[in-house]
């Protein structure tokens, strides 16, 4: 005899939050509450910034660009959009079911579970939130306690904001997630890393919840001899450094041709030094270390990658400071191109042979994202066509995510199902088939006892 899975302390509230989401059924009230959200954000921004620079040490520009200028986008594209992503589509009808309407219809989930981690601690809390409810779902919202200043306002403002009737926030660690997770929700969307992604979809199956996954891996930046070597310079050390390097979505590594690897090499340096100045740890535009945790584990991976050349590499374990570093040809069995870097060093690795290079690529875990730095529309459609990821970039860094239509999410070990704009709408939706008939005509041929000229007939309109 199966027992049914226990519910939580958290039960009553979840189903009361289940409960409200009629509250959301026109399309009015979602851009209300996301209206508030946006003007909470524009009011407080000062008030998040200085949460996301304890955290961090993120300066204003990118606290804004990345965090809560990036909510604010996406919540005022999903207000205007609102009535067009509800309206119900049109399909249209087979013979056999003619005449009539077919329509997908798009429904609210339920309750929605977003947990966040602490990387862009207001952004991935907040931007599966503008999804739900532009989808008419109410949230239970975990922020990671990883980023506790962000947390704290977090889950001080945003019941307050969206109304306490269609959201909560609860705070904690892995002890709060775990046991919010034995709670029955209709969606859990998680971002962070596979090892918790592998918990969060098992306690999922036990209520056959279904899930989002956001997850890391390694994404490469693969530099043709053909590419314009200083742009793509540019290009990888804002996209590497932004966040000192803990971007999902960051370049992890470089894999460059042999025959420009040190003109590259050496306009990365300098391109660092243009953003950063000489000494990183006095620019206003260079971030810090989660913690110190964070810090020995990047200061092991420099130490111990035996590379042939270092550029940066300082350590201030207490000032959770790590230079931006990179790695010319560390060692191929080294841990730093083993596992996901998500930190300020950027290891180079020079290939002889890019195309078997990239079959190498496709045997490993698919990567978030893929950069690809050519003069050829050619080559960037053949290394596409090659290697998977969940998402990529040509010629550039990161700035997909900065477009509303192009669906951001992983694929394989990198995670699955994605949102942002319309894709977060129907990802967050129940798309509801709907086919309504007349009743007239109904010629009783179409039902049995099917004679020769109905079997005829109906084999004519349907296959
Ligand atoms: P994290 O440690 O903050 O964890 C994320 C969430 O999981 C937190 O809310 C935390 O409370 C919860 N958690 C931690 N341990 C748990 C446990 N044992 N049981 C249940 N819940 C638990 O974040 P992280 O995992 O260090 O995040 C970094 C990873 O996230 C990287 O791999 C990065 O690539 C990935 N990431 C992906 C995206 C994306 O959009 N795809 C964005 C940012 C980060």
Known sequence: MSAEPNEGKWSARIGALRDATPLLREASARAERLKRLEDHLREHEAEYAAALNADLG??????WLTEIG??????????????????????????????????????PLGVVCVIAPWNYPLHLALAPVVAAVAAG??????????????????????PTVLGTDIC????????????LL??????????????????????????LTPVTLELGGRSPAIVCADADLSVSARRIVWGKFVNAGQTCVAPDHVLVEREVADRLISLIGDEIEAAFGADASTSPDYGRIVNTHHVDRLTALIRDS???????????????????????????????????????????????????????LTKGPTPLALYVFTGSDERARKVLELVPSGGAVVNHTLLHLAVHELP????????????????????????????????????????????????????????
Do not use: C
């Open 306 to 360: 035996g590379a042939s050349a270092v550029i940066g590499g300082q350590v201030d374990r207490d000032a959770r400071y790590i230079a931006p570093t990179v790695l010319v040809e560390p060692d191929a069995s080294s841990s730093v191109l083993a596992d996901e870097i998500f930190g300020p060093v950027l290891p180079i690795v020079v290939v002889e042979d890019l195309d078997a290079e990239l079959t190498m």
């Open 408 to 463: 951001f999410g992983g694929k394989g070990e990198s995670g699955h199902g994605s949102y942002h704009g319309r894709a977060g709408f129907d990802r967050l939706s129940h798309l509801r088939s709907v086919l309504q008939r007349p009743t007239r005509p109904d010629p009783r041929i179409a039902y049995p006892p099917y004679g020769r000229v109905a079997q005829r007939l109906l084999r004519r309109l349907t296959g």
């Open 70 to 107: 990036f909510i604010i986008g996406q919540s005022r594209y999903a207000r205007r959009h609102l009535r067009e992503w509800m309206r119900p589509r049109r399909v249209s009808l087979p013979a056999v079911a003619r005449p009539g309407r077919g329509r997908v219809v798009p429904t």
């Open 137 to 158: 779902n109410t949230v239970v919202v975990k922020p990671s306690e990883l980023a506790p200043r962000t947390a704290d306002l977090i889950a001080s403002h945003l």
């Open 168 to 179: 909560e926030v609860v705070t904690g660690g892995a002890e709060i997630t775990s046991a």
């Open 182 to 207: 034995q709670e029955r929700f209709d969606h859990i969307f998680y971002t962070g890393g596979g090892r918790v992604g592998r918990i969060v979809m098992e306690a999922a199956s036990r209520h």
């Open 58 to 63: 993120k300066s204003e520009t990118e606290a």
